[in-house]
Structures are given as structure tokens and as C-alpha cells.
């Protein structure tokens, strides 16, 4: 899955190949712009940071627009520490993934490959958009400063370049710089000391823009309907290709059976042998004990059966001289 919202220019590196982060600026007739060293623009950042956390102590909520040569998207994040809950939309090129925190509890993440969907119509819950994943530890502090566009991270992020710091009338500034090579950055900042938005440039890959507010939040979570646990997905996906997968799983034992007798008169124990390492590593692989191996004369029977439609899937798997039998039952 899933596939997560990164602050500023690491998600939009990610999902699009480069990034770029611009905040349009405002004209001001009486701008004044002020050189600041490495260190006194890590030190300003630093303290806009310790503003805006304050003020998102309370709830924030925000989202980005980018464009670069991979494509175009946008984003929205909302976060309610009061509630304890955070929310982020992600819809750029090849990640579209929505997805619910809640501290202490766990995570839903919106269902993402198809093969998914086709787990949910198998096990007739089409109303079931969403996988929650119990993570009884989750700190939402913590999550959201991986996982979605923390405003005070973005501020801290990577503060080691000289730039300008520019006072507009309202009192309001705008703080630039260049990281050297590639990227250009751009912080607008309230009167009042929060950060308001932020732009990145990555020499014209990409452009981002980004933009928050802050103050109460709600966030309403997806219903029970909506919902289906990640154990219970797990099972599933073990069972939406049953009927290709035992038959490539038979085939393959049979291979791997021919193989160790290189040639030779194949021995049943043998063959029992090899078929049930490799049905091992099927069920491991699958996080579920999907296949059943029985010995039969001769050699054994493979079969597995879908607890959600009936199906049954059975396969022997015989020893004859030099050969190795496989016949669906």
C-alpha cells in the first residue's frame, strides 16, 4: 500500500521526479531585504518553527499544488492533535492514497492496487474502501512529521544555505534561499510569525506549492462498512488468485521434483519431500496457511479451498519411472 506524503520537497521529489516549492509573492511598496548567513537563517527558520508549533498545537491543515516533467497533482492534509487524528489526500502521478491516523490506535490506508479491489469483491464487501492496520504505539506527532506536510519540519527541514530574509509592510516577511545546485526555496511568513505557505523550485523538474492555516480540526473517520482489518486483507489476498496459483504452485513442485532426481527413477519420499518445502514457502509467502499437502500412493495431493466463495482447488502430484504426474482433481 501505502505508497505516503513526505514534508515539502521529499514528497514531491518522490512522486513526481523532482521537485520544485514557489509561494507567489505579494508586492509591498516598502519591502526591506536583509542578507542573512547559513546560520542566521537556520536560527530565523528556527524560531518561525517554534511559532507555527505553537499555533498548530491546535489543529493545522493545509495541501499542495505541483507541476514538473512527470506530471501534476495535488495534495490536503489536515491534522487535529486535540482529537488525535490526522488525515492526508494524495493525488499525483502513480500515488493516489488517502489516509487516516489516530493516535494510539492505528492507521487506515485507502485500498490502492487492484488486486485489492478484487479481495474486497471476492469477499462480497464492496462498500470497503479502506485497510486499518492496529498500531496501539501510534504517535501522531511522530506520524505526521514522516508522513504528511508538518509545517514546522518543512521550516527545520534543511536550513544550511545564506539568503535574504525580506520585511514587508503588513509585517509580514518572506525568507529565500538556493541550496547551491538545484533547489530554490521560499517561506512566506504571517504577521503574527506562522508559516503561511512555501514554494520549491528544482531547476524546472518541478514546482510545488504549499499552503497552511491553523486552528480547530475535524476529522470524521471511515465507518465500519467502509473497513476491513489488515489480518482479514491479508487472508484475502491469499485467496483471490487461488485456482492460477495452486496449478502454477503444482507445476513448479513438479519442476523442482524432476530436478532433484536429475534423470533418475524419481523416489516417492523424495518427491513428498520437495513438494512440501515448496508448498512451505508458498503458505510463508502468503502469510497464510493456504495449501494443504496429503500423501497419497504414490506421491501427494496439494489442494486449498476459499473460505469466502467454496471454491476448492485439487492437484495430485505422482511419481511414474523417471516422470512427475500432475493432474488437477
Not at 508586492?27 to 528556527?46: H, R, V
Not at 491543515?61 to 495534495?75: D, H, N, R, V
Not at 482479514?232 to 507445476?251: E, G, P
Not at 495431493?301 to 511419481?319: L, M
Request: hydrophobic share 40%; charged share 20%.
Amino acid at each position: 500500500m501505502l505508497r505516503t506524503l513526505r514534508p515539502a520537497l521529499l514528497l514531491a521529489t518522490a512522486t513526481v521526479t523532482a521537485g520544485v516549492l514557489a509561494v507567489p509573492g505579494a508586492a509591498f511598496a516598502a519591502d526591506t531585504t536583509t542578507q542573512l548567513t547559513a546560520a542566521q537563517m537556520a536560527a530565523a527558520l528556527k524560531t518561525v518553527a517554534g511559532t507555527t508549533g505553537a499555533s498548530a498545537a491546535k489543529g493545522w491543515a493545509g495541501g499542495f499544488t505541483l507541476t514538473g516533467k512527470g506530471g501534476s497533482g495535488t495534495a490536503t492534509f489536515v491534522t487535529d492533535p486535540v482529537g488525535g487524528r490526522a488525515y492526508t489526500r494524495v493525488d499525483v502521478p502513480y500515488q493516489h492514497e488517502t489516509t487516516y491516523a489516530v493516535a494510539k490506535s492505528g492507521v487506515y490506508e485507502s485500498l490502492s492496487t487492484a488486486k485489492e479491489k478484487a479481495a474486497v469483491t471476492m469477499m462480497r464487501k464492496t462498500s470497503v474502501k479502506f485497510v486499518f492496520t492496529a498500531k496501539p504505539t501510534l504517535n501522531l506527532t511522530s506520524w505526521t512529521r514522516d508522513n504528511s506536510a508538518d509545517p514546522s519540519t518543512v521550516l527545520t527541514g534543511d536550513t544550511e544555505y545564506a539568503g535574504t530574509k525580506v520585511e514587508h509592510a503588513d509585517n509580514s516577511a518572506t525568507y529565500k534561499y538556493d541550496d547551491g545546485e538545484e533547489g530554490s526555496y521560499s517561506f512566506e511568513v504571517s504577521a503574527t510569525g506562522e508559516l503561511t505557505s512555501a514554494k520549491i523550485s528544482l531547476a524546472g523538474y518541478l514546482d510545488a506549492t504549499y499552503t497552511w492555516r491553523y486552528g480547530a480540526q475535524s476529522i470524521t473517520l471511515p465507518t465500519a462498512a467502509q473497513t476491513v482489518g489488515s489480518a482479514t486483507m491479508t487472508k484475502a489476498l491469499a485467496y483471490v488468485n487461488l485456482r492460477t496459483d495452486v496449478q502454477k504452485l503444482a507445476k513448479k513442485s513438479a519442476a523442482d521434483v524432476r530436478t532433484a532426481a536429475n534423470k533418475h527413477t524419481v523416489r516417492v519420499s523424495v518427491l513428498r519431500k520437495v513438494v512440501k518445502r515448496d508448498v512451505a514457502k508458498f503458505n510463508k509467502a502468503a502469510k497464510v496457511t493456504v495449501v494443504k499437502v496429503t500423501a497419497v500412493t504414490g506421491g501427494v495431493r496439494i489442494s486449498a479451498r476459499n473460505p469466502w466463495t467454496g471454491v476448492k482447488v485439487t492437484y495430485t502430484i505422482k511419481a511414474s519411472g523417471k516422470k512427475v504426474l500432475v493432474t488437477k482433481k
